[in-house]
């Protein structure tokens, strides 16, 4: 047949601004295809932008004769970009930080059924935090995905795979790689070219090197040439982490790299200066949302015993770092276009650190069910300088340590705050004021060891520069090292800083008043665990007394020798250096002497005050509160509404520790779709008309029945509490 193909472009507002060739035709054979040309002019187009998100539509009418047998419409965006290899990313003209996430597929309680509601609210929790970029790790979103971040703003890295193995549904090494990546690749980069949001093309996240389906240059190179053949205007990357196959041609194809965690794109970018880098997981820091525990850890690795992870945001992976530390590292290197955290929600699955007691993550911004944590108030007040955030952590029930030391952290936009417990005020604190620590015994001390590198002396290992080290002169693990205090002293912490991690020696160190008869004070034993990476710093609480300390190895594995970067000696607790970045991105207060009462944060920017919070003390529950984020609901059988459950004590204030157990009652157009708490230890099922709350909260989880409108009365009950209602229309949508 002969069809006739008209284009149309509407501008943002619908109106149409420009045409195709009136009459284009193309002759198509009976069950076949066709392919046309036409080229079309916006004049002054509006751009794209994070900011200002203008879309523009094209329809296309097809007509046989003058009947009209096909149309469709599909929304476009007219924008630059480039990823530069010194200047990060840009976006019409101007540099743009990219504060991004990494998001799963899974939505909670609702699990892997795809909800566009529940995405829609998933991003725009992220951007009321800060976030203009999106990883769709690791695998071709839902195409709704990409529909939202047009509409909304927001930059995306679109990736096609996590592995080339059987994550990439290739059984036994079949299709080959080849043959299944173009197809998959096809399909992906068809699909997805004509979304403005997209900027980058990512063709595998985390891939080893070599094997049957681990990265070569020729295997990267026909991956990344099948996505220029169906969009070569669009940059190819991958995440990478493995630094040293930087120094192998293996990324030589891609047009950027994407490096997960702890800086590892070092050698990359020393062999590679003119490549862009993207940081494209950063973080995986952990927390509970509600869960406080003391004494604070003083290692990003020390978790509760409670199987929970503490919510005052000092703990990451074994491979990671907590957000402060990766706030200055894009600070430090703004070459590198923004970081893309692991991850905005919690998600099911890899429950690290408690793989084998949990069912989903702890490494979320916003818990499983959707209820932002902390740590979603210090990305907000740094990813959003411009508007207000003041935040108080931890709640303020602590009756078993009344006189005791509880620390207070305020999250704000502010430069400084003021803290006030019961109307005193505990003084006021500025960003990037270090406070003193105690006196290090060993600085600077006279040292000596059993042998020594020429370039890596003994009393490097004492010299306060984590760059430089101590290093024996052999592998052989029979090797000492030994500070001179100069006096009698008494030594109650000790912060030892290894060349690698500290899992790798086995050591005793030991206490002398004349450096020729010794005590042991402390031993440490080597370790497989963490089974990746882990800290290279150590401590040790003892009880020492004496001139002379010394570090006695004797046992060392994975290809380690005995080499320290710093020793240092204490007369008491010491926080580690590690968390010195959290002094200029929160505010603290490390020895507030815990009253039951209230506290008040009072925040300033620029000697300006820009707002005030509280935090009281609560009593008993006493009453449930729903609070739903949408009041007016379609009848699609698919719109959703979130209803916040919460319970207060009789004076509303709300309550921190409550755990009850509270049944609903749902009338009328709607039923429960599902039900969380954020508790990854959970094991109550997401469909149930019932939830404990977890640290005073809970959510359900509302689904409109399909063509059915009316109100919707929802009720919540729990035994000895004062019920609440909350209700909701559906409309046709």
Same mark, same amino acid.
């Given at each position: 047949?002969?069809?006739?193909?008209?284009?149309?472009?509407?501008?943002?507002?619908?109106?149409?601004?420009?045409?195709?060739?009136?009459?284009?035709?193309?002759?198509? %054979?009976?069950?076949?295809?066709?392919?046309?040309?036409?080229?079309?002019?916006?004049?002054?187009?509006?751009?794209?932008?994070?900011?200002?998100?203008?879309?523009?539509?094209?329809?296309?009418?097809?007509?046989?004769?003058?009947?009209?047998v096909d149309k469709d419409a599909v929304a476009f965006g007219v924008r630059t970009f480039e990823f530069t290899?010194?200047?990060?990313?840009?976006?019409?003209?101007?540099?743009?930080?990219?504060?991004?996430?990494?998001?799963?597929?899974?939505?909670?309680?609702?699990?892997?059924?795809?909800?566009?509601? %529940?995405?829609?609210?998933?991003?725009?929790?992220?951007?009321?935090?800060?976030?203009?970029?999106?990883?769709?790790?690791?695998?071709?979103?839902?195409?709704?995905?990409?529909?939202?971040?047009?509409?909304?703003?927001?930059?995306?890295?679109?990736?096609?795979?996590?592995?080339?193995?059987?994550?990439?549904?290739?059984?036994?090494?079949?299709?080959?790689?080849?043959?299944?990546?173009?197809?998959?690749?096809?399909?992906?980069?068809?699909?997805?070219?004509?979304?403005?949001?997209?900027?980058?093309?990512?063709?595998?996240?985390?891939?080893?090197?070599?094997?049957?389906?681990?990265?070569?240059?020729?295997?990267?190179?026909?991956?990344?040439?099948?996505?220029?053949?169906?969009?070569?205007?669009?940059?190819?990357?991958?995440?990478?982490?493995?630094?040293?196959?930087?120094?192998?041609?293996?990324?030589?194809?891609?047009?950027?790299?994407?490096?997960?965690?702890?800086?590892?794109?070092?050698?990359?970018?020393?062999?590679?200066?003119?490549?862009?880098?993207?940081?494209?997981?950063?973080?995986?820091?952990?927390?509970?949302?509600?869960?406080?525990?003391?004494?604070?850890?003083?290692?990003?690795?020390?978790?509760?015993?409670?199987?929970?992870?503490?919510?005052?945001?000092?703990?990451?992976?074994?491979?990671?770092?907590?957000?402060?530390?990766?706030?200055?590292?894009?600070?430090?290197?703004?070459?590198?276009?923004?970081?893309?955290?692991?991850?905005?929600?919690?998600?099911?699955?890899?429950?690290?650190?408690?793989?084998?007691?949990?069912?989903?993550?702890?490494?979320?911004?916003?818990?499983?069910?959707?209820?932002?944590?902390?740590?979603?108030?210090?990305?907000?007040?740094?990813?959003?300088?411009?508007?207000?955030?003041?935040?108080?952590?931890?709640?303020?029930?602590?009756?078993?340590?009344?006189?005791?030391?509880?620390?207070?952290?305020?999250?704000?936009n502010g430069d400084s705050a003021e803290l006030f417990l019961n109307g005193k005020s505990l003084g006021r604190?500025?960003?990037?004021?270090?406070?003193?620590?105690?006196?290090?015994?060993?600085?600077?001390?006279?040292?000596?060891?059993?042998?020594?590198?020429?370039?890596?002396?003994?009393?490097?290992?004492?010299?306060?520069?984590?760059?430089?080290?101590?290093?024996?002169?052999?592998?052989?693990?029979?090797?000492?090292?030994?500070?001179?205090?100069?006096?009698?002293?008494?030594?109650?912490?000790? %912060?030892?800083?290894?060349?690698?991690?500290?899992?790798?020696?086995?050591?005793?160190?030991?206490?002398?008043?004349?450096?020729?008869?010794?005590?042991?004070?402390?031993?440490?034993?080597?370790?497989?665990?963490?089974?990746?990476?882990?800290?290279?710093?150590?401590?040790?609480?003892?009880?020492?007394?004496?001139?002379?300390?010394?570090?006695?190895?004797?046992?060392?594995?994975?290809?380690?020798? %005995?080499?320290?970067?710093?020793?240092?000696?204490?007369?008491?607790?010491?926080?580690?250096?590690?968390?010195?970045?959290?002094?200029?991105?929160?505010?603290?207060?490390?020895?507030?002497?815990?009253?039951?009462?209230?506290?008040?944060?009072?925040?300033?920017?620029?000697?300006?005050?820009?707002?005030?919070?509280?935090?009281?003390?609560?009593?008993?529950?006493?009453?449930?509160?729903?609070?739903?984020?949408?009041?007016?609901?379609?009848?699609?059988?698919?719109?959703?509404?979130?209803?916040?459950?919460?319970?207060?004590?009789?004076?509303?204030?709300?309550?921190?520790?409550?755990?009850?157990?509270?049944?609903?009652?749902?009338?009328?157009?709607?039923?429960?779709?599902?039900?969380?708490?954020?508790?990854?230890?959970?094991?109550?099922?997401?469909?149930?008309?019932?939830?404990?709350?977890?640290?005073?909260?809970?959510?359900?989880?509302?689904?409109?029945?399909?063509?059915?409108?009316?109100?919707?009365?929802?009720?919540?009950?729990?035994?000895?509490?004062?019920?609440?209602?909350?209700?909701?229309?559906?409309?046709?949508?």
């Amino acid at each position: 047949v002969d069809a006739v193909v008209e284009i149309a472009i509407l501008d943002p507002a619908g109106k149409s601004v420009s045409k195709g060739l009136k009459g284009s035709q193309v002759s198509i %054979a009976a069950g076949g295809t066709g392919e046309f040309d036409q080229s079309l002019t916006i004049k002054k187009p509006q751009r794209w932008d994070i900011d200002s998100p203008k879309l523009y539509t094209a329809e296309v009418i097809v007509r046989v004769g003058k009947k009209v047998v096909d149309k469709d419409a599909v929304a476009f965006g007219v924008r630059t970009f480039e990823f530069t290899a010194n200047d990060g990313f840009h976006l019409n003209g101007r540099r743009v930080q990219l504060f991004g996430v990494n998001l799963h597929h899974d939505q909670g309680p609702l699990g892997a059924a795809f909800y566009t509601r %529940a995405m829609e609210r998933q991003l725009e929790i992220m951007k009321d935090m800060g976030v203009n970029s999106l990883r769709t790790s690791h695998n071709p979103p839902s195409p709704e995905v990409l529909e939202l971040c047009d509409r909304m703003g927001i930059v995306v890295w679109d990736e096609a795979f996590d592995k080339w193995d059987g994550t990439a549904d290739r059984v036994r090494d079949e299709p080959p790689l080849e043959q299944h990546g173009e197809r998959q690749i096809r399909n992906f980069v068809m699909r997805d070219r004509n979304h403005p949001s997209v900027v980058v093309w990512s063709i595998g996240n985390e891939i080893g090197g070599g094997g049957r389906s681990g990265l070569t240059p020729e295997r990267v190179k026909f991956m990344s040439d099948f996505v220029r053949k169906y969009d070569p205007t669009r940059p190819v990357g991958m995440g990478c982490h493995i630094p040293e196959l930087a120094r192998q041609p293996i990324f030589d194809a891609l047009d950027l790299t994407g490096w997960n965690y702890l800086r590892r794109y070092a050698i990359y970018r020393e062999r590679n200066p003119d490549k862009p880098i993207v940081y494209s997981e950063s973080a995986s820091a952990l927390s509970t949302r509600g869960f406080y525990e003391l004494p604070l850890p003083n290692r990003k690795n020390e978790y509760s015993k409670q199987l929970q992870v503490n919510s005052y945001d000092l703990n990451a992976a074994d491979w990671s770092d907590i957000p402060d530390v990766e706030f200055k590292l894009m600070k430090d290197d703004p070459f590198v276009a923004g970081e893309l955290v692991w991850t905005g929600f919690d998600y099911l699955g890899e429950p690290t650190p408690f793989s084998r007691e949990a069912k989903s993550s702890y490494f979320g911004i916003v818990d499983l069910a959707g209820i932002p944590k902390d740590r979603f108030y210090l990305y907000r007040s740094y990813w959003r300088p411009e508007a207000d955030t003041l935040h108080i952590l931890p709640h303020w029930n602590w009756p078993d340590r009344v006189g005791q030391p509880v620390p207070v952290f305020v999250y704000t936009n502010g430069d400084s705050a003021e803290l006030f417990l019961n109307g005193k005020s505990l003084g006021r604190r500025q960003k990037g004021v270090v406070p003193d620590g105690p006196p290090n015994y060993a600085k600077g001390r006279p040292v000596t060891a059993s042998s020594s590198q020429d370039e890596h002396p003994a009393q490097q290992a004492a010299d306060s520069d984590k760059n430089s080290r101590w290093c024996a002169a052999s592998a052989d693990p029979n090797q000492w090292w030994q500070v001179d205090l100069g006096e009698a002293r008494t030594v109650r912490y000790l %912060a030892i800083e290894f060349e690698r991690e500290e899992k790798n020696y086995g050591y005793e160190i030991k206490v002398s008043d004349d450096g020729s008869t010794w005590k042991t004070v402390a031993t440490k034993s080597t370790s497989r665990f963490p089974q990746w990476n882990g800290p290279t710093q150590i401590f040790h609480n003892v009880d020492a007394q004496g001139r002379y300390l010394r570090v006695e190895f004797n046992r060392l594995q994975g290809n380690v020798w %005995a080499s320290i970067r710093e020793f240092a000696a204490y007369p008491q607790y010491a926080e580690s250096e590690y968390y010195a970045p959290t002094y200029t991105y929160r505010l603290r207060w490390n020895d507030v002497v815990y009253q039951p009462g209230e506290l008040k944060a009072v925040a300033y920017k620029d000697g300006r005050k820009i707002g005030e919070t509280v935090m009281r003390t609560a009593g008993a529950p006493a009453a449930l509160r729903l609070t739903p984020d949408r009041t007016k609901l379609a009848a699609t059988g698919e719109d959703l509404c979130y209803v916040l459950v919460e319970a207060f004590d009789e004076k509303g204030t709300p309550c921190p520790l409550a755990d009850n157990l509270v049944h609903f009652k749902v009338e009328g157009p709607a039923e429960i779709a599902g039900v969380g708490n954020g508790n990854p230890l959970s094991i109550e099922p997401f469909q149930a008309d019932y939830r404990k709350l977890f640290y005073g909260k809970a959510m359900l989880i509302l689904k409109t029945k399909p063509g059915q409108k009316g109100k919707v009365h929802v009720t919540a009950s729990s035994d000895g509490l004062v019920s609440a209602e909350a209700t909701a229309i559906v409309v046709t949508p």
